[in-house]
C-alpha cells in the first residue's frame, strides 16, 4: 500500500466509526421498520397485487431514507467538526488537505454503502437475489453520490441548513428532471420563441444532472433488473459526477483559509 494513501485511510476508517458511534444506526433501523410497517400497511388495504405493492413501496421509501439520512449525516458530521476545532486539530498533524478530504469522502461512502446493504436485506423477501443485487449496487452508487454532494455543500456552506437543502435539492432535482423534460416537450407545451428558449434551458440543465431516474428503481424488483451494460452505464455516469463533486470539493478545501 502507498505510505501516501494511508492518511486516507485512517481518516475514513475515523469516519465510519464516528457514523457507528453516532445516532445514524438508530435513525436507520427506525427508518427501516417504519417503511416496511407502512408497506405492510397499504399490501393489506391493497385489493389485488399486495405483494408487489409492497416491495415497491418499500424500496420506494428506502431508497429516499437512505438519501435523506447519509446527506444528514455528512452535514451533521462537517458542522460537528468545525464547531469543536477537529478539522484544525486533524491539520495540524502530517496530513495533506487533498488525502484528509478524499479520506472523509471516502469513509461517508463506505458509509453510504452500509445504509443500502442495511436497507437491502429486507427486500429479499419479495425479489430475486439477482434483481436485488443490481438495485442495491446502484442504491450504494447513489448514496455515495450524494454523500460526496453533501460534504461538497457542507464545506463551502456556513449554515447547515444551506447545505442540507443544497444537497436535497440538487438530488431532487435530478430525479425530476426526465418528468420536466417530458412536461417541456409535451404536445401542450408552448410554440413561441419563450417556450422554445424554456425547453433548451431544461435540456441544458438536464445535461449537468446525474440521470438518478435510471438507478434504484422500484420496478426492478418485480419485472428484473436492466441489462448489464445498460445498468454499467447507469454507474458509470454516477461514478463520473461524482468524482466531478470530488474534485471540486477538493478545489474549494484546498483555497479556504482554515
Known amino acids: 500500500m502507498p505510505r501516501s494513501s494511508r492518511p486516507a485511510l485512517v ?30 400497511f397499504l399490501s393489506r388495504v391493497a385489493i389485488t397485487e399486495g405483494a408487489a405493492l409492497q416491495a415497491a413501496t418499500s424500496a420506494a421509501l428506502l431508497r429516499a431514507c437512505a438519501v435523506f439520512l447519509i446527506a444528514a449525516h455528512v452535514v451533521a458530521s462537517v458542522a460537528r467538526e468545525a464547531n469543536d476545532k477537529g478539522l484544525e486539530l486533524a491539520l495540524a498533524l502530517p496530513i495533506s488537505r487533498p488525502a484528509y478530504y478524499l479520506g472523509k469522502l471516502l469513509g461517508f461512502a463506505c458509509c453510504a454503502a452500509l445504509l443500502a446493504t442495511l436497507f437491502a436485506l429486507p427486500l429479499l423477501f419479495w425479489a430475486r437475489p439477482a434483481d436485488l443485487a443490481a438495485w442495491w449496487i446502484s442504491l450504494a452508487a447513489e448514496a455515495a453520490m450524494v454523500a460526496a454532494a453533501a460534504l461538497f455543500f457542507a464545506s463551502a456552506l456556513s449554515q447547515t441548513v444551506a447545505a442540507i437543502a443544497a444537497a436535497a435539492g440538487l438530488y431532487l432535482l435530478a430525479r425530476a428532471m426526465p418528468a420536466i423534460q417530458a ?20 435540456d ?20 428484473g433488473a436492466p441489462a448489464a451494460d445498460e445498468l454499467a452505464l447507469a454507474l458509470a455516469g454516477l461514478a463520473l459526477y ?15 483559509n482554515l
Open 204 to 223: 441544458a440543465l438536464a445535461l449537468l444532472l446525474p440521470r438518478l431516474d435510471a438507478v434504484a428503481r422500484s420496478d426492478w424488483l418485480l419485472y
Open 183 to 202: 412536461i417541456a416537450g409535451g404536445p401542450l407545451a408552448d410554440d413561441t420563441l419563450a417556450g422554445g428558449a424554456a425547453r433548451w434551458v431544461v
Open 242 to 256: 461524482g468524482v466531478l463533486l470530488a474534485a471540486a470539493g477538493l478545489f474549494d478545501f484546498a483555497r479556504r
Open 11 to 40: 481518516v475514513a476508517r475515523y469516519a465510519v466509526i464516528e457514523a457507528l458511534r453516532s445516532g445514524l444506526p438508530w435513525l436507520a433501523g427506525a427508518c427501516l421498520l417504519a417503511a416496511l410497517g407502512l408497506a405492510g
